[in-house]
């Protein structure tokens, strides 16, 4: 029974044990263990070797565990917090972002890809488009950054929707850097928070319309 159990649930490094030693007893203790792991997003956001192991504790974390990122970064490359995000979205845990006191550039996607959000005292955050320095052919810069712009436009109107206004973010995408002091974060990210749960609910709605009546479970009366 044991097996069975830990098989159907994954409770695969758990103990299941009765409460009291009676082959009859139905009520069973379950031990559970959780771990909170604490990584420091700080400086420069650099090349993605350097996050290897944040990113490795994310996709290994459990469903018990809680991930808290304590930022305090200007910024830097985007493929490296893409590459973070992408690990945030596979994480299991409940992923927490909490500024320390910057967050600025790249360090902002991050922040707004956790699950759960909090703020220190002088908090504050800056966003503004990407910038880079290609080097090659004219032919091959003019495609690059023909192909770059198109990215990031879209890239930032996924990721700022809820949290920067249809004004707001045409500006940043004409060049315009945006700062927020504590205060005007929290407002938006309360605003954000609801934008993405509404997106969420849609999304599982239009699932939802997709499955075959004849998939969908049936609840019988009781």
């Given amino acids: 029974m044991k097996h069975k159990l830990n098989k159907k649930f994954g409770f695969d490094d758990m103990e299941v044990f009765p409460m009291f030693p009676n ?22 956001i650099g090349e993605a070797s350097e996050y290897i192991e944040l990113c490795d504790v994310l996709r290994s974390a459990n469903e018990n565990d809680q991930v808290v990122i304590r930022i305090n970064s200007c910024g830097g490359l985007l493929s490296t917090a893409n590459m973070i995000i992408n690990a945030i979205y596979e994480c299991q845990a409940h992923v927490h972002g909490f500024i320390e006191s910057e967050c600025a550039s790249a360090a902002t996607f991050i922040l707004l890809a956790c699950h759960s959000y909090s703020l220190g005292e002088e908090a504050e955050m800056m966003i503004h488009t990407s910038s880079s320095g ?22 930032m109107r996924n990721r700022y929707e809820g949290f920067l206004t249809e004004d707001e973010l045409s500006r940043v995408l004409d060049g315009v ?46």
Avoid: C, W
Avoid at 134 to 151: D, F, I, P, T
Avoid at 207 to 212: A, G, Q, S
């Fill in 177 to 222: 850097d945006l700062y927020f002091d504590r205060d005007d974060v929290a407002d938006r990210l309360e605003r954000y928070s609801e934008v993405q749960r509404e997106k969420f609910m849609q999304e599982m709605e239009a699932l939802e319309k997709e499955i075959p009546d004849n998939e969908k479970t049936k609840v019988l009366p009781s």
């Fill in 23 to 44: 082959q009859n007893q139905k009520l069973l203790r379950k031990e559970m263990t959780s771990t909170l792991y604490e990584y420091y997003l700080v400086g420069e």
């Fill in 134 to 155: 290609y080097v090659g052919k004219e032919s091959e810069q003019h495609n690059y950054v023909a192909h770059s712009r198109k990215k990031i436009h879209r890239m």
